[in-house]
């Protein structure tokens, strides 16, 4: 079974992440919205760079975690392949602190696919399914 997935809206482009446990389906979350950018097989974890973000519940701590992947990847002109997530709830507060790791942006080198501009709340949904987690929304292209 895939950690993640892609699926076709009318304008834009969906992701869902899966996991055993609700930091690997953010981790795999992530790896969609970069696959949607760029080819990951070509993308050699050389850094890591430290991410964190807070949000009232699942589904803003999902679009508040690709949001600020989406803005470091712009800011230090990087692409990612490979993110390790850990969230805890402090109070009524989650708490996510990250890592992605991933490479300088070469055009020359890097098979570019489609620009992200944002991740939304169009059809969000954070749920445990069975015995997996499922962290899906749409993307701003």
Same mark, same amino acid.
């Given at each position: ?14 992701? *869902? ?5 609700? !930091?690997?389906?953010?981790?795999? +979350?992530?790896? +969609? ?5 760029? &080819?990951?097989?070509?993308?050699? !974890?050389? *850094? ?8 009232? &519940? ?5 679009? !508040? ?5 989406? +803005? ?24 996510? $602190?990250?890592? +992605? *790791?991933?490479?300088?942006? &070469? ?9 992200? $501009? ?9 749920? $445990? !399914?069975?015995? *997996? ?6 993307? &701003?292209?």
């Amino acid at each position: 079974m895939s950690s993640y997935e892609l699926f076709e809206t009318t304008a834009d482009v969906g992701v *869902r992440g899966f996991g055993s446990t609700l !930091e690997e389906a953010f981790e795999n +979350a992530a790896k +969609a919205m970069f696959s949607v950018m760029v &080819d990951l097989s070509g993308v050699k !974890e050389e *850094r890591e760079v430290e991410v964190s973000c807070e949000a009232f &519940d699942e589904e803003g701590l999902l679009v !508040e975690w690709l949001n600020e992947l989406l +803005a470091l990847s712009s800011i230090e002109k990087m692409v990612f392949s490979s993110f390790e997530v850990k969230i805890d709830r402090e109070d009524d507060v989650l708490k996510l $602190k990250g890592v +992605a *790791r991933g490479e300088k942006l &070469d055009p020359g080198r890097h098979n570019l696919k489609t620009e992200v $501009k944002a991740a939304t709340y169009s059809m969000i949904k954070v749920v $445990k !399914e069975g015995d *997996r987690y499922v962290a899906q929304l749409i993307l &701003d292209i």
